[in-house]
Nanobody, 130 residues
Framework: QVQLQESGPGLVRPSQTLSLTCTVS??????????WTWIRQPPGKGLEWLGA???????AYRPSLKSRTSISRDTSKNQFTLQLNSVTPEDTAVYYC??????????????????????WGQGIQVTVSS
């Protein structure tokens, strides 16, 4: 049974870099044809797709956040990470990692429905505040 677990700091100062790790157990992040995704939910708002890294290592990002976002992976640890630079209080949200079989580059709209993903992490609250 595949499980995802987010980890990282719960508090980040403005202008700093938010860094989160998703550890995958029960399956490999190189297994075809999965896309390992970061999604967030700001307070009082809906799900927001941030980006994804594919089973082959290719990454895709939300256009409006592309300049601040980086997603990478460590296959030896079966983990993938999110880095979001120059954070502001507007980046405060619950951050989730999730798995999907849908290639985000094949969709005009970001994949932001819960049903688009078959496995979710439990989520981690990240607050940006001084």
């Amino acid at each position: 049974q595949v499980q995802l677990q987010e980890s990282g700091p719960g508090l980040v100062r403005p202008s700093q870099t938010l860094s989160l790790t998703c550890t995958v157990s029960g399956g490999s992040i190189t297994s075809q044809f999965y896309y390992w995704t970061w999604i967030r939910q700001p307070p009082g708002k809906g799900l927001e797709w941030l980006g994804a890294i594919s089973y082959s290592g290719g990454a895709a990002y939300r256009p409006s956040l592309k300049s601040r976002t980086s997603i990478s992976r460590d296959t030896s640890k079966n983990q993938f990470t999110l880095q979001l630079n120059s954070v502001t209080p507007e980046d405060t949200a619950v951050y989730y990692c999730a798995r999907t079989v849908h290639d985000p580059t094949h969709h005009d709209m970001p994949l932001e429905k819960r049903d688009d993903y078959d496995i979710w992490g439990q989520g981690i609250q990240v607050t940006v505040s001084s």
